[in-house]
């Protein structure tokens, strides 16, 4: 979370000078496409780069992030309504639109995006480190914890990576069961050829999966 603090202030910065510069200090009223693509891109850079650095990246950006731009664009579109400068109204109701619209497609896809940049980013140290495992005597597949989310306890949400020599999880239904896993999951993904993160259920990990066997799943 911290490392992505300075790309946001860096990001957030540039799109102010940018966005300025469009505004020529004359009277002149037009129509410019340049803050929506600037305010568009610095969005997706900030969004993208707080998905890789925390599982919570989405409450930092729905609390503070969005509603920030979404009010500098308010503010933008009120002062030219004032002025009378209708170009520079569409402008601002451009900028909003594609901002929220930028915003909403990352949110949707948020957990594919953050399990592929993680990936892209870190995949050779994940794999040394399930491939330093011994191969578990009793069938199972080696893995190691992927990421895991919850607060004091309660809520805890726990995702493995899993090596799969075979690739059998590559037929896996989601929701469902799989040999070699011994919980039920909720979400099974392919990062590449065996190589997959396997989501359970909430207040579920490797060793324990109460609810599931209680649920008859």
Known sequence: MYVALPLIIIVLGAAAIFSG?????????????RTPTVVVVGAG????????????????????????VSLICLALLVAAAIRKRPRRCLSALLT????LGVSWGLLREQGTIRAYARWLAWSRSFKAEVLAQPAPANGELRHMVWEATGFAGVANNTVYLVFDPTNSLSAAHSPGKSSGIPCPFRLVRRLESHWYSVWFYTDENWSECPWSSAAGR
């Open 96 to 99: 909003l639109a594609a901002f």
């Open 21 to 33: 510069s469009q505004f020529p200090k004359s009277t002149e009223d037009r129509l410019s496409w």
């Open 45 to 68: 850079i900030v969004f993208v780069s707080l998905m890789v650095c925390s599982p919570d990246s989405d409450i930092l950006y729905i609390l503070f992030i969005a509603p920030i």
